[in-house]
């Protein structure tokens, strides 16, 4: 189904939960941007790149420095992977 199809057909609520638990996402990010979705997350270097895994809703995850942990992880919540750039 055309993601425009399916959009015209299901609620917001039922599109934003597309995916959920079956779906996650991973995403480079600069330190700098860390602490908008790990707020819990220590003061980093800002030079650092790191990498992230969310679930297809957005709720963060995962965050590391090594971008193969965020596969590994995802593999163990049995989630598909797709890369955001």
């Given at each position: 189904?055309?993601?425009?199809?399916?959009?015209?057909?299901?609620t917001?609520?039922?599109?934003?939960?597309?995916?959920?638990g079956?779906?996650?996402?991973?995403r480079?990010?600069?330190?700098?941007?860390?602490?908008?979705?790990?707020?819990?997350?220590?003061?980093?270097?800002p030079?650092?790149?790191?990498?992230?895994?969310?679930?297809?809703?957005?709720?963060?995850?995962?965050?590391?420095d090594?971008?193969?942990?965020?596969?590994?992880?995802?593999a163990?919540?049995?989630?598909?992977t797709?890369s955001l750039?």
């Amino acid at each position: 189904m055309l993601l425009k199809e399916a959009s015209s057909h299901l609620t917001k609520s039922e599109f934003a939960h597309l995916g959920a638990g079956e779906v996650g996402y991973i995403r480079k990010m600069k330190s700098a941007e860390v602490s908008r979705c790990f707020p819990e997350a220590p003061e980093i270097d800002p030079t650092l790149d790191l990498w992230a895994l969310f679930a297809a809703d957005g709720t963060p995850i995962l965050l590391t420095d090594n971008r193969s942990s965020t596969f590994f992880k995802a593999a163990e919540d049995d989630l598909k992977t797709v890369s955001l750039h």
